[in-house]
């Protein structure tokens, strides 16, 4: 393209122009509308629909100061209300060892609220306050996300209410630990910034649909923040509302991930690079009941390959609890087999 610079500026030659005006520029840069407005429209006509079921969620917490007596402690962090009467998604961490949980609604009227039910291995919660006709958030699927797409997060970051954050959403797939040690899966990552309080509040798409809560940041790193996908939401709230936990399946051990030489590999025709060393075998448990011994390496659960710990909290849900499992297992590194383990219902602590 030709470009002048007579005394001021740059000029487009006319010719240019009418290139540009042409069929070979589908929209003309002279009459495009302008993004950054739409843009921002977009974000404060979410904000506006959202907003009013966003929460404040207030905590206190019994704790003991540095002399060992008791003193009691403040906390919080966001939550989003799902139901007009009144269930309110929020962080498990954030309501954890609550003894007092308040709920300061978007018009600034201070409830107290109920816990129904928490799930440390997803680090969600489920609390109630005593209101109906409330206004609720629309879900939507985080199945359909896609890296790229507008990320809008809002929250009481550090105790300042409704603060609204936007970024897109930088990642998908990606994993976390939970406070339980378990492995949370599909979590979005995001560069709409978070802060301490931020915990427990929602992110939505530019339709202002439910699909995330947010739940952590990387210390020390900018612009890398992750939320639970609404879809993990979704089927922990169920059970959350219904028996006020999570059912799991539970074998009573504990291990670790292990690599496998490739002389074990290749002998057993393994698909895997990887397994769980059984480290501790509880007394009366379904493992020591299958014959499982410290130092057994599970290479198969159910039919399904075990490469790692993960796999194996992976295939425990409640479905499998009172059903006979095949358990595939290396002992001494030279002996191959197979037993048959039946999972119970994961303990309370």
Known sequence: MNVTNPDSGLKLLESDIADLKGDNCPV??????????AYSEAVSGVVERVSPAVVHVAVKQEGKDSRGKSRDSEGGGSGVIIAPDGYI????????SATEITVITY????????????????D?????????????VMFGDSSRLRAGQVAIAIGSPLGFQRTVTAGVVSALGRSMRSMSGRLIEEVIQTDAALNPGNSGGPLVDSRGRLVGINTAIIQMAQGICFAIPVNTVRRVVAQLFSQGRVVRGFLGISGQTVPLPTKVIRHYNLQQQAAALIMTILPDCPARAAGLREGDIIISLGGNTV??????????????????????????????????????EYPEK
């Open 28 to 37: 003309s840069v002279l009459e495009r509308p302008d993004f950054l407005d």
């Open 89 to 96: 998604v929020t962080n498990c961490h954030v309501v954890e």
């Open 107 to 122: 018009e600034g009227i201070k409830c107290p609220a109920q816990l129904i039910g928490k799930d440390a291995a997803t």
């Open 124 to 136: 969600l919660a489920l609390i109630r306050i005593g209101a109906s006709g409330l206004p609720a």
């Open 307 to 344: 490469s790692g710990v993960d796999d194996i909290h992976r295939r425990l849900d409640g479905g499998t609890i009172g059903k006979t499992m095949t358990v595939g297992y290396l002992r001494d590194w030279v002996k191959l087999d197979t037993t048959a383990v039946i999972p119970v």
